[in-house]
């Protein structure tokens, strides 16, 4: 981490209707924005900016509380507060490439941890997406990927056992998966279907994704076709909202292929792309 480093005067101006606390967090957050304070710099302790600021204490952790909770700074037990990396950008409106392929052309490393491989009977939800019969066999593929070293996301996959035999063998600690069905298997994924869900973290992904229990995490479910139209993969994926955003591309009149708005039944809006 970047040591602590002297921070431009931080103004809070009383006559201001904006609240302190929202005003000091104003400010750090254009000092992070204008690169003052850069992704690893330490700020200073919350005595000093008490110190600095005129503000009580209460309103200074308010203010870090609030940064802390956008993902813009992390607090680290017994060493301070520092800046977060900045975020990794996700679009819903998502190039059909693997995460693996996709994140390598923007320059990041990806590494992953097989949880969980071998063949599964098929639970109703993967059955019905995959328009198999239940307790078919499906190969499933659990596994915690990083990104530049630290954990990002947990894939949950579920893939047609029919199509691809033998697929519950190969190691995936550094294959992307969409290359083994397309290389191995001939199965080019054509299409894909995505819905993103808000949820909370449980005991399981918190620990896995360095988070705490109860956290927001992105949920991804994605259903993949190949190029005869029949579903191939279905996949749960859990992203640390800390470390993601996500794009949302809209047109207005959408022709086939474009994007359009629809409603779950939870009324949470979710974007997903139509197809022909």
């Not at 952790?61 to 940064?67: P, V």
Request: aromatic share 6%; hydrophobic share 40%; net charge negative.
């Amino acid at each position: 981490m970047v040591p602590l480093q002297k921070t431009p005067a931080i103004k809070i101006v009383r006559s201001n209707p904006l609240p302190l606390y929202a005003q000091l967090r104003q400010s750090i957050l254009e000092l992070i924005e204008t690169n003052h304070l850069s992704p690893g710099c330490q700020l200073p302790p919350e005595e000093e900016l008490v110190a600095m600021t005129g503000l009580s204490r209460f309103t200074v952790r308010q203010a870090l509380d609030e940064l802390e909770k956008e993902g813009r700074v992390k607090r680290v037990h017994g060493k301070g507060t520092f800046v977060s990396e900045p975020k990794v950008g996700l679009s819903v409106a998502y190039k059909l490439l693997g995460f693996s392929e996709d994140m390598t052309r923007k320059g990041h490393h990806v590494r992953s941890r097989v949880l969980e491989m071998g063949l599964s009977p098929a639970p109703d939800d993967v059955a019905q997406a995959l328009t198999i019969s239940s307790g078919s066999p499906v190969v499933r593929l659990k596994r915690l990927r990083t990104l530049d070293g630290e954990p990002f996301m947990i894939d949950m996959i579920n893939v047609r056992a029919d199509l691809c035999p033998g697929l519950e063998a190969v190691d995936f600690t550094d294959e992307s998966l969409f290359h083994i069905l397309e290389d191995h298997y001939g199965l080019r994924i054509a299409r894909a279907r995505r819905t993103l869900h808000i949820v909370v973290a449980d005991p399981e992904s918190a620990s896995l994704l360095g988070v705490s229990k109860g956290s927001p995490l992105h949920l991804l479910t994605d259903l993949a076709f190949i190029e005869n139209g029949e579903p191939v993969e279905f996949a749960y994926t859990l992203v640390h909202a800390g470390r993601s955003e996500f794009t949302f591309d809209l047109v207005r009149d959408p022709e086939p292929g474009q994007y359009a708005m629809t409603i779950a039944d939870s009324a949470n809006p979710i974007l997903r792309r139509e197809t022909p």
